[in-house]
């Protein structure tokens, strides 16, 4: 069937596969669909502009790691995020108090996009729940020091915090999203966003209980 829709960005599917990527009635997250979400966010990013391509960059080197685990001789250990922490753990495969032999390990690669899913979490509720008029520079911000800064030192909070000036307005935002009206949109995310929760909501589950949400 032909359908030039098909082919062009959509951010509906990009949350969906944050719900393909639930396992195991949510007690587990299948790795390679998780990065499939983020290389769609990536995607999304991109289109808005080279503003943000300092963001991308970095969300792009870690998804790098983490197909490069996928795609190795262990590559059967990365399929969820419980057989990944079991495996590096067990084997001592992640630096615990300061980046040593194992500077880019799975658990503190996927920590880095863990917590960066929050920020999204946060802003795009923000935005679904947000009146016409709101700037998405103040939303987006906020979400960012709800969440990431906390972890960001002090000059890359700056040059966030510039960046985010430079994002379109609430309509544009909805527009480059490319699934409908603004209602459409609202609606959708009401939809897909308890499944990014979700599958955040796990992650932190399993960080907390290995005790790895400081990973260095
Ligand atoms: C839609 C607008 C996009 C706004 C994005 C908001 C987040 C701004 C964050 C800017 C930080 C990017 C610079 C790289 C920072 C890295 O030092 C840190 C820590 O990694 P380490 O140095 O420890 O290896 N990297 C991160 O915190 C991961 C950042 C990924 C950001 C992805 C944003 C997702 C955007 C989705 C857009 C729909």
Partial sequence: KMDSAEDKFCL?????????????DDKDVLVEHYLTGWKGLVRFMNTLGTVFSFVSKDAVTKIQIMENYLKGDNGERYRTLRSMVEYELSGNLVDLTKRSSHPDSGC????????????LQLFLEKLRTSSED??????????????????HPWLIRKTASVAFFALPTRNTFFEVMNVGSPDVVVEMLGEALPYVSKVYDFTQELYVQRNLLDLP
């Avoid at 709101?134 to 972890?151: G, I």
Wanted: with cysteine; hydrophobic share 35%; glycine share 0%.
């Fill in 134 to 151: 709101s700037k998405t520079s103040t939303l987006c911000s906020e979400a960012y020091n709800d969440s990431l800064a906390n972890y």
């Fill in 12 to 24: 509906r599917e990009v949350l969906v596969s944050f719900k393909s990527c639930l396992l195991n």
């Fill in 108 to 119: 503190r690669t996927l920590l880095r996009l863990h917590r960066a899913l929050r920020w």
